[in-house]
């Protein structure tokens, strides 16, 4: 039989015995996804990629299309009767997989949702490898997957179906990787001997600092000489008898970056002059119990009012079954989410009431409002119009909210927390900011759209989401017209007028919001304030970030 195939699914990390033959720096092209036989073509339009990042990180997405992904790579000739094992797992949907040519493998859909460990494996032999010779492996891969930041790439070729001899990590000195004082030292830990590539990276994405060291077994100290406030990635390649690698981010002195720009002339005007449309609307308070949400520790409501526009907006509102007047959290939502699973709130046996707003184009307040995940979406939808870009009405419904709760007798008015995330942190910012009176304590992770400016420096393809939105409404203005009106909604804007207390948590290894952005916010603040710091996390906020917002507000609305 030419080829074996074993469809083989495993989970677990691979950390052993064998040494992987492939490299962890590929090319990558969407201008040219042939594959020749022999493959051994130069591609001028080829990118750089590295397997240990996410692919956004790097600049690539999903709408970009089709790609064709290769590296090169050796055999030794000795091993040249040996069955060596392909064993492939990418945050992508995988067409085709060629060795030299020869297609070995096909049709693996994308499991970063469903098994983001799974790999699939694939018996090779000198049939198709040639041993003692250059080797090149070529997939053909489509809609390169969201990650959240953290990277769960994977392409490894060891002789026979072993795991890894090879493993490199990284190790800091500080527990939360933040360095306010000192130097930053990294452990370096080697199962085997070989050189290593150190590389330092800020994230506008500029190389400070390159060094190669050779390894021996072991663990290696090693100082880096950045003492500038910042960002930075620490990035580890080592090429012994097989390939390995790591990367971790760090931070510099973070309390000391300040954002990109300052606030836009006339941002408190137009933001007096929105709040005065707002109150121009007769709320309309609804609430109706829904006896299906409700338990015997709470009661739940669908609860409506009237925004900007005369839109209705909605939300599930959770109140102690038992009589009394309560603090009140509202949470608001991430970018296109409605609040599907709500049954954490239903669970809740806490003396606290409970508001989880849909803000307009969200969950059950998408009925006239709807401009969709995609293009153009809530960020761009008339992204060029200052009165009509979404953002502006959407802070509104979360003052609406506010002053709905302030309304309601059950609850104690001076006792109202905001939490949220992603774009939840964003409106938490721009509620705390427009409220600076209302709220006793605001607590979120990683906001957006926060600190754009910068957002776009170091989330490069947020660059072609605006280009693209602008194309989408044929051109009305220029980039910059279209950042101009950015600047109004920015929530880093709304920072320096936030007089709540404040907890900020942010995950290092973010790329949708980054911690430089956010803490372009939170150093604009004045008022009584904390943040935490989690460097293994990304935008999916893995070490259960949510829990510890939750237990900020706990604290500080007593209950």
């Given at each position: ?68 992904l290769y590296t ?17 797992g990418l945050q992508c ?467």
């Open positions: 039989m030419r080829l074996l195939i074993c469809f083989l699914f495993c989970l677990g990390s691979i950390t052993a015995k064998g040494q992987n033959l492939l490299p962890l720096l590929w090319k990558i092209s969407f201008r040219d996804t042939t594959v020749g036989k022999p493959d051994t073509a130069v591609n001028l339009h080829a990118m750089q990629v590295n397997l240990l990042e996410s692919w956004e990180r790097q600049g690539y997405f999903s709408r970009q299309g089709t790609c064709k090169d790579f050796e055999v030794p000739v000795e091993w040249m009767d040996s069955v060596f094992c392909l064993q492939i949907d995988v067409k085709s997989v060629y060795v030299n040519g020869i297609w070995v493998a096909g049709n693996l859909a994308n499991q970063f949702w469903t098994n983001r460990l799974a790999v699939h494996k694939v018996n090779l032999t000198k049939r198709e490898l040639l041993p003692g010779r250059r080797n090149r492996i070529t997939i053909i891969a489509d809609k390169l997957s969201y990650t959240g930041g953290k990277s769960y790439n994977r392409c490894i070729l060891t002789k026979g179906d072993r795991e890894l001899r090879e493993e490199l990590v990284i190790m800091l000195d500080k527990s939360d990787h933040v360095y306010t004082d000192k130097l930053p030292a990294l452990s370096i830990r080697s199962v085997s001997e070989g050189k290593v590539d150190i590389f330092v990276i800020n994230d506008y994405h500029d190389t400070l600092y390159k060094k190669q060291l050779l390894l021996e077994q072991g663990v290696k100290l090693v100082k880096l000489p950045v003492s500038k406030p910042g960002f930075y990635k620490c990035v580890l390649i080592q090429k012994g008898s097989g390939y390995s690698g790591d990367v971790q981010w760090f931070a510099v002195k973070p309390e000391a970056i300040r954002a990109a720009t300052r606030e836009p002339v006339g941002f408190k005007e137009y933001w007096r002059h929105s709040l005065g449309e707002l109150n121009g609307v007769v709320p309309d308070f609804s609430i109706v119990k829904n006896d299906s949400l409700s338990s015997g520790q709470r009661d739940a409501y669908i609860i409506s009012f009237r925004s900007v526009g005369n839109v209705v907006i909605r939300g599930y509102y959770f109140v102690p079954s038992k009589p009394g007047r309560y603090p009140a959290i509202l949470h608001l939502p991430g970018y296109g989410y409605g609040f599907e699973n709500l049954q954490g709130f239903m669970d809740s046996k806490e003396d606290v009431a409970e508001l989880a707003l849909c803000v307009r184009g969200h969950g059950i307040s998408a009925d006239v409002f709807n401009p969709g995940f995609d293009i153009p979406g809530i960020w761009g939808y008339k992204l060029y119009d200052k009165e009509e870009i979404a953002y502006r009405s959407i802070y509104l419904d979360c003052v609406r909210a506010v002053q709905f709760l302030c309304h309601r007798p059950e609850i104690d008015s001076n006792r109202i927390g905001v939490m949220g995330g992603s774009q939840g942190g964003g409106l938490t910012l721009a509620t705390a900011g427009l409220l600076p009176e209302k709220l006793k304590a605001c607590a979120y992770f990683d906001p957006f759209p926060c600190d754009i400016r910068d957002q776009i420096r170091v989330r490069k393809i947020c660059v072609e989401e605006l280009q693209a939105y602008l194309k989408y409404y044929n051109h009305p203005c220029s980039f910059e017209k279209a950042l101009e009106v950015q600047d109004l909604i920015d929530v880093k804007n709304f920072a320096g007028l936030i007089r709540a207390k404040t907890f900020y948590a942010t995950g290092l290894m973010d790329d949708d919001c980054p911690s430089r952005v956010g803490f372009g916010a939170y150093n604009e603040m004045k008022t009584e304030k904390e943040y935490r710091v989690y460097p293994g996390d990304s935008h999916l906020a893995e070490s259960g970030i949510y829990g510890e917002l939750r237990r900020f507000l706990k604290r500080e609305l007593g209950f």
